[in-house]
C-alpha cells in the first residue's frame, strides 16, 4: 500500500516515536560502551583506530571524543529512566506487554504497515526491541503524571476550535487491489474475475505489491486524494462491489475492487472528544515531564561522572 499513497500522516501519538533524539542517544552510548569494551581488549593505550599521512588517531581520542559529545546526555536519560521505573515500583504502576504491543500496532498503521515500519526502524538506527522498552517507559510516565495533569472543557473546546480542519473527515473508500507489471496479465486476471474466480486468491497468486497481496491485496479506507491520481479517480467513481478494468499508474497496472465507501463528514465537536482529551494530554505530558522529574530526582542519590556539573 506505500508505494501508493503520495502522502501518509505520521503523526506520532507513542510521543513522536518516543523522541528519536532519545533512541539516536540510547543507541550511541550503546556504540560508546562497545567501542570502549572492544577497544580496551584489542589494543594498548597508544594504539591506532585510524591515521592520516601516518598520524594516528588513538583509542582514546576516539573514546573521549564520543564520550564528551554524547555521554553525559544520554547517562542523564538513563538516570530519568530508573527513576521512573522506580516510582513505578512504588506505586505498583504497571504496563502490560499487549498494551505496548497496541501502542506499536498503532506506530505499524500510521507509518503505513509492517514493511514501512521496520524501514523506519533502520533509518532511526533502532530495533523493535529498544522501541518496545521506550515505548514502556513512555507508558509508565503517562501513568504516573496522570494524576497531576488536569484538562477542562474549555481547553478541549478551544482546541477542537483551532483545528476543526484536522476533525473533518473526507471521503473515504475501502478498496483492494491487484498489481501486475504488464498489461496482458492485467487483462488475463481481469477476465478469471469476470468468469467468477476470488479476487482475494488472484492477489495473493499474482499481485505484486508485497505490502498487500497476503492479505488478498487489501488496502483498507483511505481518504480521497491519497493514493496516486489515476487509481484515485477510478476507486472513487467505482460502485461498491463492482471490479475495475485495469488501471494504468506508474507502478503497473491495477486491478481495483471496491469494497465500500464512506461520505465526506463535518468536524463534530461531541464526536472527537475523546481524541481531543488524548491529545491535549500527551501534550501535558511532555510539557510536564521535566519539571516532574527534577522534583523526583531530590529523593535519589544520583551521581553521574560524566555530568558537566561533575
Known amino acids: 500500500m506505500q508505494k501508493l499513497q503520495q502522502t501518509r500522516k505520521d503523526e506520532g501519538k507513542v510521543m513522536a516515536w518516543i523522541k528519536k533524539n532519545k533512541l539516536l542517544s540510547a543507541l550511541l552510548l550503546a556504540f560508546i560502551i562497545a567501542a570502549g569494551v572492544f577497544l580496551t581488549f584489542t589494543l594498548n593505550q597508544d594504539?591506532?583506530?585510524?591515521?592520516?599521512?601516518?598520524?594516528?588517531?588513538?583509542?582514546?581520542?576516539?573514546?573521549?571524543?564520543?564520550?564528551?559529545?554524547?555521554?553525559?546526555?544520554?547517562?542523564?536519560?538513563?538516570?530519568?529512566?530508573?527513576?521512573?521505573?522506580?516510582?513505578?515500583?512504588?506505586?505498583?504502576?504497571?504496563?502490560?506487554?499487549?498494551?505496548?504491543?497496541?501502542?506499536?500496532?498503532?506506530?505499524?498503521?500510521?507509518?503505513?504497515?509492517?514493511?514501512?515500519?521496520?524501514?523506519?526502524?533502520?533509518?532511526?538506527?533502532?530495533?523493535?526491541?529498544?522501541?518496545?522498552?521506550?515505548?514502556?517507559?513512555?507508558?509508565?510516565?503517562?501513568?504516573?503524571?496522570?494524576?497531576?495533569?488536569?484538562?477542562?472543557?474549555?481547553?478541549?473546546?478551544?482546541?477542537?476550535?483551532?483545528?476543526?480542519?484536522?476533525?473533518?473527515?473526507?471521503?473515504?473508500?475501502?478498496?483492494?487491489?491487484?498489481?501486475?507489471?504488464?498489461?496482458?496479465?492485467?487483462?488475463?486476471?481481469?477476465?478469471?474475475?469476470?468468469?467468477?474466480?476470488?479476487?482475494?486468491?488472484?492477489?495473493?497468486?499474482?499481485?505484486?505489491?508485497?505490502?498487500?497481496?497476503?492479505?488478498?491485496?487489501?488496502?483498507?479506507?483511505?481518504a480521497k486524494g491519497t493514493m496516486v491520481t489515476e487509481f484515485d479517480n477510478v476507486a472513487f467513481t467505482l460502485p461498491v462491489n463492482k471490479i475495475s478494468d485495469p488501471v494504468k499508474t506508474e507502478y503497473g497496472y491495477h486491478i481495483i475492487k471496491v469494497e465500500d465507501k464512506k461520505a465526506a463528514q463535518a468536524a463534530n465537536y461531541e464526536a472527537s472528544k475523546a481524541e481531543i482529551k488524548e491529545t491535549l494530554f500527551d501534550q501535558k505530558v511532555d510539557a510536564e515531564y521535566q519539571t516532574w522529574i527534577d522534583s523526583k530526582k531530590k529523593n535519589y542519590d544520583i551521581e553521574n561522572t560524566l555530568s558537566s556539573d561533575a
Open 47 to 222: 594504539d591506532a583506530v585510524a591515521s592520516i599521512n601516518g598520524e594516528k588517531i588513538t583509542k582514546d581520542e576516539l573514546y573521549t571524543k564520543l564520550v564528551k559529545q554524547y555521554g553525559s546526555g544520554t547517562v542523564d536519560q538513563m538516570i530519568n529512566d530508573k527513576i521512573v521505573e522506580a516510582e513505578a515500583e512504588k506505586k505498583k504502576i504497571t504496563v502490560s506487554n499487549s498494551t505496548i504491543s497496541s501502542e506499536i500496532d498503532k506506530l505499524k498503521e500510521q507509518y503505513g504497515g509492517e514493511d514501512a515500519f521496520k524501514q523506519a526502524l533502520v533509518n532511526n538506527n533502532t530495533t523493535l526491541t529498544a522501541l518496545k522498552n521506550d515505548v514502556k517507559n513512555y507508558l509508565l510516565i503517562k501513568k504516573l503524571l496522570e494524576p497531576e495533569i488536569k484538562i477542562t472543557e474549555d481547553e478541549m473546546k478551544t482546541y477542537f476550535e483551532e483545528n476543526k480542519g484536522s476533525f473533518a473527515t473526507a471521503e473515504q473508500v475501502k478498496a483492494s487491489h491487484i498489481l501486475v507489471a504488464d498489461e496482458k496479465t492485467a487483462k488475463e486476471i481481469k477476465q478469471k474475475l469476470d468468469n467468477g474466480e476470488d479476487f482475494a486468491t488472484l492477489a495473493k497468486k499474482y499481485s505484486t505489491d508485497e505490502s498487500t497481496k497476503d492479505k488478498g491485496g487489501e488496502l483498507g479506507y483511505f
